[in-house]
């Protein structure tokens, strides 16, 4: 493979060497550098990254506004070795910013390429279907471009569909919304779907029902305290923490900040809590997509959160927006007294297998369960990596990615613990992954916990010394990803030398996730197509940002 | 005729040997609503997920006689409006309202609902439910906790049992026929794209709150 060293590192010379002409200028990012290229050689350069170099996953695309030019950055890497990193910067002009698109290269950049122009007003020449994602079609201006002035009045349409048992079409087919008002979509998704009979013969998520210009409030708050916040209700299913971890790694590397061991254990307890919080909402709102009533296993996964959540109470303060983060380091130490603390939560670690054995029993040892799940919903490996599919749904189909392990950060390469894989690509797969996972995470808080318990008294240092304001270098640029209780969330931040991110842009893993969908369900039954969707575990806070 | 003896409670006790009461037929009904609120099962962002819990055990919002929840709006007479409504979603939020058979009541959970919470500045934010509907009870918290919610709901519950109603106080962004609009700069920019007859709802921005 082109471009790596012996020793496993990337070498970047024989990158730009390969790559020859197409190569303008080198910037460095501080995450990895990155090559400016020319617009109109952007599905070139991406195919021989892709085919020589072993760049398979486009993370994110982030798109912005300069005072003189417009840009569309592609963030490359690899599923094997997700530390190998390459963004590739591409400028166009002011008057008519465009670049050709690279949706023919990564099925991915199809939806990321839409939310670029949506937002940010680039032209992606050569993409199939440039239409807005997350606002309505009839939105004037690009709300994150410089000169938009949103005091403008919008005008939304409701249109109505025609009745389709009224009005069928010529080749028996049907069109019927799902959402966005529906129990099975999980909130305000709306699945526009064309059935023929009983199959869905084509599904379009029609996302943007929860677009709360989560970027655009992290570009008017300061790094130091006031972004903190929000992370916290992007994916809300109570996996705050990570999501916090997110956004604090990302600026902790931008503004060269240490995080004390002492508060890198508490963050990856913390974490982990979050995403066992998160996994019992995936299994419990999935019971009710496969179930269909609020049945037994809905509230035992209830009943388990409530007991998560009163944890993560007692650690942090709050139910499910915790703001216990902080740049370098966390908020507070474990709350007083410790010892009754750290038992409650060896009581819950003591009721975790117990409590994963009557999840088995009921669901994936249940034939109806495996009649509505084994070999239904199939995402191939091949399929998956085309999408930039990561977290569970990943590694539901095999794919061995985890950035806990393999682009390491916190406490969690000094621990002892498994990735989750399964090789069945289907929806029963993923469901396995997930309760797998919680195992795994009880795991890792079990050492946490007992780390906490014997740490010296004097060296408790919940945060290093972090200035009061930050100022990141003018033009600092950074892109880096956690792993979320969904998958990759990264966090893009453009430094413009102020106390405020110039650009933040935030790489969502449910968004790559469901634009996987029609793959899935397109062939099948409508409730596969439901199950398919359940097994997903899209949080619309998450998908729309 | 003897009435099985396990139907019989300390209140028929009370009433003596007349099993009659009087009251105002109106009274009666106001109680019967307040009593057994049927909720529209619907989602929007964080408080949801809060308000499943509510649903859920441990808090069983069930106890209280408003605990269950209807999918179909047809069927219920509570919404809980659980989160920020941006401006995609009003226009379906409130034909769900409309659909939705009279009496009904509205609870906006969390302060998304109140004045778009932490996310008023956004571009695409409406800015509180009350733009769109009318609203009984705000229960504040971002989100609010299930207690929270279930005080709430007990509040509108008596509110009903007495009779009270709310007032709609607001001047609510209406769905209106694109042909109906005043005429404006934006409209004919969008004529080609929208036919007069499409019910659309148009934001004016810099008039909210």
Not at chain 1, 234 to 242: K, M, N, Q, R, V
Request: charged share 25%; hydrophobic share 40%; with cysteine.
């Amino acid at each position: 493979m082109i471009g790596v060293s012996k020793n496993g590192t990337l070498d970047y010379a024989k990158l730009e060497k390969m790559l020859g002409d197409l190569v303008l200028q080198k910037e460095d990012h501080v995450n990895a550098p990155a090559f400016v290229i020319r617009p109109d050689a952007v599905e070139e350069t991406l195919t021989l990254l892709k085919d020589e170099a072993g760049f398979d996953h486009l993370s994110c695309v982030t798109a912005q506004e300069y005072e003189d030019r417009f840009e569309s950055i592609y963030h490359l890497r690899k599923y094997d070795s997700p530390q190998h990193e390459l963004g590739i910067v591409v400028p166009s002009p002011k008057s008519n910013p465009w670049n050709q698109s690279a949706s023919s290269v990564f099925r991915t950049a199809d939806w990321h390429e839409r939310e670029a122009y949506d937002l940010v007003g680039i032209n992606y020449v050569g993409h199939p279907d440039l239409r807005r994602i997350l606002l309505p079609d009839t939105w004037q201006g690009h709300p994150l471009s410089l000169d938009y002035d949103q005091n403008k009045p919008q005008i939304i349409t409701l249109q109505e569909h025609e009745n389709p048992l009224q009005h069928t079409l010529d080749d028996n087919t049907m069109f019927i919304n799902i959402g966005p008002h529906h129990p099975a979509t999980h909130g305000v998704l709306h699945l526009k779907t064309v059935l023929d009979g009983e199959h869905v013969v084509a599904v379009d998520p029609d996302i943007g029902y929860l677009h709360r210009c989560e970027e655009q409030m992290a570009q008017g708050l300061n790094y130091r305290y006031q972004i903190m916040p929000y992370p916290d209700r992007w994916d809300y299913a109570s996996a705050g923490l990570l999501n916090e971890w997110a956004y604090a790694r990302a600026a902790e590397d931008l503004g060269n900040l240490e995080v004390p061991e002492y508060a890198e254990i508490l963050r990856t307890m913390g974490a982990e809590l979050c995403r066992i919080c998160a996994h019992f909402l995936a299994v419990g709102t999935f019971a009710l997509d496969i179930y269909g009533d609020f049945t037994a296993i809905f509230m035992y996964a209830m009943r388990d959160r409530e007991i998560v959540q009163s944890i993560l109470e007692d650690l942090t303060g709050q139910r499910m927006m915790f703001n216990y983060f902080r740049l370098g380091g966390v908020v507070w130490d474990l709350p007083e007294p410790r010892n009754e603390f750290l038992s409650k939560i060896q009581t819950f670690l003591d009721a975790v297998p117990a409590g994963i054995q009557e999840y088995s029993d009921l669901m994936t040892s249940n034939e109806i369960f495996q009649l509505r799940c084994v070999d239904i919903g199939i995402l191939s490996p091949d399929v998956a990596r085309q999408y930039g599919v990561t977290g569970p749904v990943a590694r539901g189909s095999g794919i061995d990615y985890d950035l806990r392990r393999d682009d390491p950060y916190g406490y969690y390469s000094n621990l002892d613990w498994d990735v989750v894989t399964e090789d069945g690509c289907d929806i029963y797969s993923r469901f396995l992954v997930r309760l797998g996972e919680v195992e795994q995470s009880a795991k890792i808080i079990q050492q946490c916990v007992s780390l906490l318990e014997s740490w010296p008294e004097d060296d408790r240092i919940i945060q290093s010394n972090v200035p009061r304001t930050i100022k990141p270098p003018a033009d600092a640029e950074i892109y880096r990803a956690v792993e979320a209780a969904k998958g990759e969330l990264g966090i893009y931040i453009r430094s413009d030398g102020t106390q405020q991110p110039a650009r933040f842009k935030i790489r969502s893993p449910c968004f790559s996730n469901l634009s996987t969908l029609s793959e899935m369900a397109e062939g099948g039954l409508v409730p596969d197509l439901i199950a398919a969707l359940g097994s997903l575990d899209i949080v619309l806070g998450e998908v729309d940002r | 005729m003897t009435v099985d003896p396990r139907l019989n409670s300390r209140l028929r006790e009370a009433f003596g040997s007349s099993p009659f009461i009087l009251t105002k037929f109106d009274s009666f009904m106001d109680w019967v609503r307040g009593s057994s609120l049927f909720l529209l099962q619907f989602g929007i962002a964080c408080c949801s997920i809060e308000m499943m819990h509510t649903f859920a055990v441990k808090h069983d919002l069930d106890r209280f006689g408003a605990g269950v929840p209807r999918a179909s709006p047809r069927q219920a007479d509570l919404m809980i409006v659980p989160g920020t409504i941006v401006s995609k979603f009003a226009p379906r939020m409130r034909r769900v309202y409309d659909q939705m058979p009279e009496p009904k009541f509205v609870v906006g959970m969390g302060s998304c609902t109140i004045s778009g919470g932490p996310f008023h500045k956004g571009y695409n934010v409406v800015k509180g439910v009350e733009e769109i509907l009318p609203v009984d009870i705000h229960v504040p918290g971002c989100p609010p906790r299930p207690e929270a919610l279930v005080y709430g709901i007990v509040k509108l519950q008596e509110r009903i049992i007495s009779g009270q109603r709310s007032p709609v106080t607001v001047d609510p962004y209406e769905l209106e026929k694109f042909g109906d609009l005043d005429t404006h700069e934006l409209i004919e920019q969008l004529a080609d794209q929208i036919s007069e007859n499409d019910l659309v709802m148009r934001y004016n921005w810099s008039d909210s709150p």
